[in-house]
């Protein structure tokens, strides 16, 4: 049985917050919605347990202003892999109308308008969660615009409290089902000292996963888990005893559905920490798993819980009740730069995910990776961070 030190997660009580005001937005109208699909195939196989990762995916929207100031967002579209041509139509057709003419005192206004609209389309639809994918987009693009309006990072926008870090604590994930040494060695060569793994393959190829990641980083090295809700219960049971004897801090999504009941029973036959919550939509989506310590971390994902502004209030609760928040991150550069900026801004979040495979819709954002082990909080007004055009060009779909 590995024993990992001081290096293992514990959970700690969290200071209480103070909850950023809206964003003020420039008083002028929105002159334009703007949609960009840049595509590209990753250098390695990228497994999940649900499904391989045919593209790297990233679609930026940009939200113009009358006075021609532009703030740009990100919508996640990883998963299926036509995602993206819904989310075009979504964000043409369902969002650029409710915006476009209007002027909006701020953030929060745009936000109540998209959602009253949209929300119910997609109760009928039986797709709320590309609706609040495609609003995140937009409400990422209006705050990044707020900022820059003010004049100060997204960080100093968000933080809840008076002195925001310039960098913070950084996990390699997307380590498996394969090339698990070369990955745990790249995270190693980065000075990362907590990894997570792809589990959900069998539990011979689980357990041989995280025993590799482990002799590789060492013993004091922190090491998580990631189901992408690929057990049942039965079956989350039977592993997660050998995963804790492995030394593994917490497990992310291991039951299939994500039942907060289930959770909690595994939680309480295992002692296993758990986290969730890239897959839940708005706010009141995480009450369920607030209401005890079946879930330690709350993960919600800026470009699909319904932006900064749903993030904002998924973070007041967490903080409210102790937990963790940890955002997801699976995206391209705009998303990576708001994930940043938004951990940063808070006591609540201890740790930011950085997938350590090569991902050049990325590559603006790279360069905030240290070699010890954190990311660097972008300074600048805004989000940041600036695109490179003749970097992206080559991977963007022409669209009709």
């Known amino acids: 049985m590995i024993r990992t030190s001081a290096a293992v997660w514990e959970p700690t009580s969290v200071p209480a917050a103070t909850v950023p005001s809206p964003a003020a937005l420039p008083d002028v109208a929105v002159a334009a919605v703007r949609c960009r699909v840049l595509r590209a195939r990753p250098d390695e196989k990228i497994a999940m347990s649900f499904a391989p990762l045919t593209h790297r995916v990233m679609i930026l929207v940009e939200v113009e202003l009358a006075d021609g100031s532009v703030g740009v967002g990100e919508t996640w579209a990883n998963y299926p892999s036509w995602a993206w041509r819904e989310r075009i139509a979504t964000i043409r057709e369902g969002v650029a109308p409710l915006l476009v003419g209007r002027r909006f005192t701020d953030t929060a206004e745009a936000h109540r308008t998209l959602l009253r609209r949209l929300r119910p389309l997609g109760r009928q639809w039986g ?57 745990a060695e790249r995270c190693a060569a980065l000075g990362l000292t907590a990894v997570k793994v792809k589990v959900g393959f069998g539990a011979e190829t689980d357990l041989a996963n995280v025993r590799v990641a482990r002799r590789v980083l060492g013993d004091d090295a922190q090491v998580f888990a990631d189901a992408n809700q690929a ?119 201890r740790l930011v995910e950085w997938d350590i495979r090569s991902n050049p819709l990325r590559a603006a954002a790279d360069a905030l990776l240290t070699d010890h082990g954190t990311v660097r909080v972008p300074d600048q007004p805004g989000l940041g961070i600036d695109l490179d055009p003749d970097q992206l060009d080559r991977y963007e779909e022409q669209l009709p």
């Open 231 to 349: 057990w049942s219960l039965d079956e989350a049971l039977d592993v997660t005893p050998a995963l804790a004897d492995l030394g593994v801090a917490w497990l992310e999504e291991p039951l299939a559905g994500d039942r907060p009941e289930q959770l909690a029973e595994l939680t309480r036959r295992t002692g296993m920490p758990l986290a969730t919550g890239e897959n839940l939509y708005g706010a009141a989506a995480f009450t369920p798993y607030l209401r005890d310590d079946a879930v330690r971390i709350v993960q919600p994902d800026l470009s699909k819980v319904g932006g900064i502004t749903e993030f904002l209030a998924v973070r007041t609760a967490a903080t409210a009740t102790g937990h963790t928040v940890n955002p997801h991150l699976y995206n391209g550069a705009v998303a990576t730069a708001a994930t940043v900026c938004a951990a940063a801004a808070s006591r609540a979040t």
């Open 127 to 183: 797709a709320p969660g590309p609706i609040h994918q495609a609003v995140s987009g937009v409400d990422l693009a209006l705050w990044d615009l707020a900022a820059r309006h003010a004049g100060v990072s997204l960080t100093r926008l968000l933080a809840d409290h008076p002195e925001p870090p310039t960098e913070v604590p950084v996990y390699g994930s997307s380590l498996g089902p394969t090339g698990v040494v070369e990955t």
